[in-house]
């Protein structure tokens, strides 16, 4: 005749998962959750690090080529102490609170811990290098200014 199906609950028969097989699994979840999410969290801060430094570089940028077309000298002002800088005329901009200036090459003196950058209408700057370093991953970037030319540039630093 037809063909026969077991039945879907037999009796005396083990279907499904047991509980040493279910708290197995979830202990391995865990334990893999905290090998990733440290690693997930450091590519985060330096990402941070390295979109500070490009924005530092944009912001260099602007300024000359304002400088430039102006026809007048444009600052780019950095402060160590409020962790910011701040373009001639611009709003001031704070790094992240674990990003910092780990080395400013160049520039002016200004107001206490201030290091100004000038871009002057030739294309040329006073200035050299900005460093921008996160202080809990070894992620380093350097913002270079090159006097002459007046050339912006980001790398990144390896310690």
């Not at 400013?104 to 206490?112: L, R």
């Not at 030739?122 to 070894?138: C, I, K, P």
Request: hydrophobic share 40%; net charge negative.
């Amino acid at each position: 005749m037809g063909k026969e199906f077991p039945p879907l609950f037999a009796l005396g028969r083990e279907s499904g998962f047991s509980l040493v097989e279910v708290i197995l699994v979830l202990l391995l979840l865990g334990v893999g959750s905290l090998i990733v999410l440290p690693a997930i969290e450091r590519g985060f801060s330096q990402r941070e690090v390295r979109q500070a430094a490009l924005n530092l570089a944009a912001t260099a940028r602007s300024l000359r080529g304002k400088a430039i077309y102006e026809g007048t000298p444009r600052r780019l002002i950095l402060d160590r102490t409020e962790n910011s800088y701040q373009g001639q005329g611009g709003h001031k901009v704070y790094l992240p609170t674990h990003v910092r200036f780990s080395e400013i090459v160049g520039g002016e003196p200004g107001e206490g811990q201030e290091q100004r950058f000038v871009f002057f209408p030739n294309g040329s700057v006073l200035g050299e290098v900005v460093a921008v370093e996160g202080e809990e991953t070894a992620a380093s970037y350097r913002v270079r200014l090159d006097a002459l030319s007046g050339r912006v540039a980001v790398e990144e630093s390896h310690s």
